[in-house]
């Protein structure tokens, strides 16, 4: 059997993927994790001890008992200080094992100094964490000779090389098809696509299953089961606008109007790369049903459940929700213990009920 698990983000990115990739990779245990991460996207995970790990470039799906392989695909743009650490980082809390081989494709992109310098005074797209990706992204199109950024055809004198295998289309072949489990997680979210959102206001690559896929490097193979999982918030967010050099982060959808974090009583949340703060909107069922209809999502994790002002809100958002997916899992916090499987028939309306209003009553 050859069971293929895709995290993907429904909306504007910072919904809970890397929160939701570590509960499901310690329910059902991967032995290869997949992803073409970049460092203008964070993901975090708390786990039920407290300990939070904070990544750009590392799967949170580490804590899989199971772990073998690691794979940063060729669509993945690397900042190899941030890879570097969160290795390091992750080996030392004894989450990682050193033994999990970490393979990066070869022709996958690294961020570099230039290109962080070429977006630091802005002059980027609207949204930019200027943190070099879009540059970086640019290079690797031009296909100079004399300025490359490619890691295969870079001189590997950064401590990374010592920890990483480099790694041809084939060698990842063998590794996806040898696998059993497979989980592979997105970055950013569906809206931010280059192809389907709001353009400019996007990022600089599609962010579809799809691309996830081709990003990963990952071969047209026979699985046994494909399953999507969508990750939504019940208040979906937009990175900061930056007022000062005119920048607006951009439009939400027809059905959905911009809020304040203080209007849902909750703390103004701050972006996890630039720490600027959140623009937050109601729900909105048109980009909902994009989203789970363009990446065929089969199971949903509605995060920030507890962020809904009543109990008849959080319902109508998830049976809006189950119109064009299967909600199974509802946030109520910041890490694994908050999550709640709610596509058990042990689990009653009356039981998730019970859960939010203790949620609301602890803000």
Not at 68 to 93: F, K
Not at 327 to 335: D, K
Not at 344 to 361: C, F, G, K, L, N
Request: charge should be neutral; include cysteine.
């Amino acid at each position: 059997m050859r069971a293929i698990e895709i995290i993907l983000d429904g909306q504007y990115g910072s919904t809970g993927k890397g929160l939701f990739a570590g509960y499901l990779a310690k329910l059902h245990q991967p032995e290869v994790l997949a992803c073409a991460l970049s460092p203008n996207a964070g993901h975090t995970l708390i786990l039920e001890d407290g300990t939070r790990l904070i990544h750009k470039m590392l799967p949170l799906g580490i804590v899989s008992p199971e772990l073998r392989h690691i794979v940063l695909g060729p669509g993945s743009l690397i900042d190899m200080d941030a890879l570097w650490t969160e290795i390091q980082n992750a080996e030392q809390l004894g989450i990682l094992s050193p033994k999990v081989q970490i393979h990066v494709h070869g022709a996958a992109a690294v961020v570099l100094d230039r290109h962080r310098d070429s977006e630091s005074d802005g002059g980027t797209a609207p949204g930019s964490t200027r943190k070099g990706v879009g540059a970086a992204q640019i290079e690797r199109i031009q296909r100079k000779p004399d300025r490359n950024n490619v890691i295969g055809l870079l001189k590997q004198d950064h401590p990374l090389f010592g920890r990483i295998k480099l790694a041809t289309t084939a060698e990842l072949q063998r590794i996806y098809l040898e696998a059993s489990k497979i989980q592979v997680e997105g970055c950013q979210g569906y809206s931010l696509s280059i192809y389907h959102g709001q353009y400019p206001y996007v990022t600089c690559r599609d962010v579809t299953a799809y691309s996830l896929l081709a990003d990963c490097g990952m071969p047209l193979m026979r699985w046994s089961a494909l399953t999507i999982y969508g990750v939504f918030r019940t208040y979906p967010i937009r990175v900061a606008n930056r007022p000062a050099s005119g920048e607006w982060s951009g439009p939400t959808y027809p059905d959905s109007t911009e809020t304040t974090f203080e209007a849902i009583g909750q703390p103004q949340e701050l972006t996890t790369v630039t720490q600027l703060p959140r623009r937050i909107f109601t729900f909105s069922h048109q980009q909902a049903i994009e989203a789970c209809v363009q990446n065929k999502m089969d199971f949903v994790f509605l995060n920030f459940a507890q962020y809904c002002t009543s109990w008849e809100e959080l319902r109508d958002i998830w049976l809006r929700l189950n119109e064009c997916s299967v909600v199974s899992f509802l946030g109520f916090g910041p890490t694994i213990n908050d999550i709640v499987r709610v596509g058990s028939p042990s689990i009653t309306e009356a039981h998730v009920r019970d859960i939010y209003e203790r949620a609301r009553a602890a803000i």
